[in-house]
């Protein structure tokens, strides 16, 4: 264990404009591209001498270049999804034939849920990594045999595929052991590459803790890779490295905290804010709509701007149906309670959950309506292989089409219930959208933006222009459904895996 492999930590160029990937949790292409930070990657690029972080889709790096720059690893790790989980397989047989001998790894909710499913795939991948990648990928480069390393699975000689005993997550006193994300970024990353619509530019992203208590069936980090078990770094830990950030990169205008939900014990939360607002840097970060008064003061006087929050729909039963744990009630008040203090909201909605209707449909846009929110992102339903939902709609015929995505990553209905069709659910995001935007005050609110800030001209009008080419897309789709069914796609081959508790089901017109 004297020399340590040269390591290249991959966040791939899965196909063009594929923004999904490594920080990302919901795996598909949005209306506007949106480029996350690979933090997850960050950690073992920290802990190796000599590595290098290559994010491909934000810095332009084309598959091509991507093979070349891997001529010069030894081993690499690559952080694939769903999605483009095909694509990067063809990507790893490229690089091998470009460089015998390399060695390659795929980490990432996929395959830690098929693992075996993802080592039948091909040769070219050497072993996969379940859960928590970073301690067992830096064992591999120094050199442990893989028999030894817990959470991987990998082909012994025979051929056999054997899965090594899984290791205890990482702690709060582990996590503050890691190297600091916003070190390898300066490293690295070019900030400037990262844009997501609703944050300031340029922006630098990292996590203050992993996992999350919450058990919505649809979200796919916290039961795949994160975990549901909430472990934090310390305060001070955060400080430091939120302090570190405008001596390394003077140009940055906000950080975002990437943790699956940030504001979820009270007096961290204040004393965090506390800490962080002796930097004079503004911030921003993930919310449920649990957090009450005191603590979205806290939050604003330590100079919070924005918290996305998932309000998903304004149906109780549909709530229920997905474990959300949260009412309209608390939304509303919740969103006043930010309006007051001055804290903006991105929300998130989701069309064709389980129990959806074209009532509930309705009411949930009329719901955002009354919440207005900054800005929205409307999604529809995906059921990811990992993912309660998944088991739920597999199980009871739900799952109409195992294409979640179309060769460019776009996201398409995959689910369909009785009496709300795929295409209306498509059709319902591109309604969702016009009424809720093309209202005077928020047109005005846009407006102003763009009137006194020209960075933010540029960039609204870029936007503009890929939301309507997405939109179009979007009908265009819905056409052909309701003559052919959807376009299938290539990307997503889904096997078979165990099913999770069932789910009850309650909605107006039906019980599932």
Request: charged fraction near 25%; charge should be neutral.
């Amino acid at each position: 264990m004297s020399s340590v492999m040269k390591t290249l930590l991959l966040n791939p160029p899965s196909f063009e404009n594929f923004d999904g990937g490594a920080s990302s949790r919901w795996p598909a292409t949005r209306e506007i591209a949106s480029f996350w930070y690979p933090v997850w990657l960050t950690y073992p690029a920290g802990m190796l001498p000599g590595s290098r972080l290559l994010d491909a889709a934000p810095h332009g790096i084309s598959v091509e270049e991507t093979i070349e720059i891997a001529r010069d690893y030894e081993f690499v790790v690559l952080f694939t999804s769903t999605v483009g989980f095909a694509s990067d397989v063809k990507l790893a047989r490229a690089m091998k034939q470009a460089r015998p001998g390399l060695k390659i790894t795929f980490v990432g909710p996929h395959v830690q849920v098929l693992p075996a499913q993802s080592l039948l795939s091909g040769s070219d991948i050497d072993f996969v990594v379940r859960g928590e990648f970073d301690h067992a990928v830096v064992e591999y480069a120094q050199g442990k045999p893989l028999a030894e390393i817990a959470n991987v699975s990998y082909r012994d000689e025979t051929g056999r595929i054997v899965h090594n005993p899984s290791r205890p997550l990482l702690q709060t006193e582990d996590l503050d052991q890691l190297p600091l994300a916003s070190t390898i970024y300066k490293r690295d990353l070019a900030v400037e590459k990262y844009n997501v619509p609703f944050l300031l530019h340029p922006f630098v992203s990292f996590y203050t803790a992993r996992g999350c208590p919450a058990q919505c069936t649809f979200c796919l980090w916290p039961q795949t890779l994160s975990g549901h078990a909430w472990r934090t770094r310390s305060a001070e830990s955060v400080a430091e490295e939120f302090a570190m950030v405008p001596k390394l990169f003077p140009q940055v205008k906000e950080v975002f905290f990437d943790d699956d939900t940030f504001n979820i014990r009270k007096d961290r939360v204040i004393a965090l804010s506390k800490l962080l607002g002796r930097v004079g840097l503004r911030w921003s970060c993930t919310s449920r709509v649990h957090g009450d008064y005191e603590s979205l003061k806290a939050m604003a006087d330590g100079g919070c701007r924005l918290l996305i929050v998932g309000f998903e729909s304004s149906d109780p039963k549909i709530l229920k149906n997905i474990k959300k744990g949260a009412t309209p009630q608390q939304a509303l008040t919740f969103a006043q309670n930010c309006k007051e203090l001055g804290i903006v909201i991105h929300g998130d909605f989701i069309v064709g959950l389980p129990g959806e209707t074209p009532q509930s449909i309705e009411r949930t846009i009329e719901f955002a309506k009354q919440l207005d929110c900054e800005t929205i992102q409307v999604s529809m339903a995906h059921a990811y292989p990992g993912t309660e939902l998944y088991n739920w709609a597999r199980d009871r015929g739900f799952l109409a089409s195992e294409a979640a995505a179309d060769s460019a990553g776009h996201q398409l209905p995959h689910l369909e219930y009785p009496g709300l069709g795929r295409e209306e659910m498509m059709a319902a995001v591109n309604r969702f959208y016009d009424e809720y935007y093309f209202r005077p005050r928020v047109v005005w609110r846009i407006l102003r933006k763009a009137l006194w800030d020209s960075h933010e001209r540029k960039r609204l009008y870029n936007e503009a222009v890929s939301f309507m080419r997405l939109r179009s897309e979007r009908l265009r789709w819905a056409r052909k459904m309701v003559d052919s069914g959807p376009p299938r796609s290539t990307l997503i081959t889904v096997p078979e895996i165990k099913s999770a508790a069932p789910v009850r089901v309650e909605s107006e017109s039906q019980s599932a």
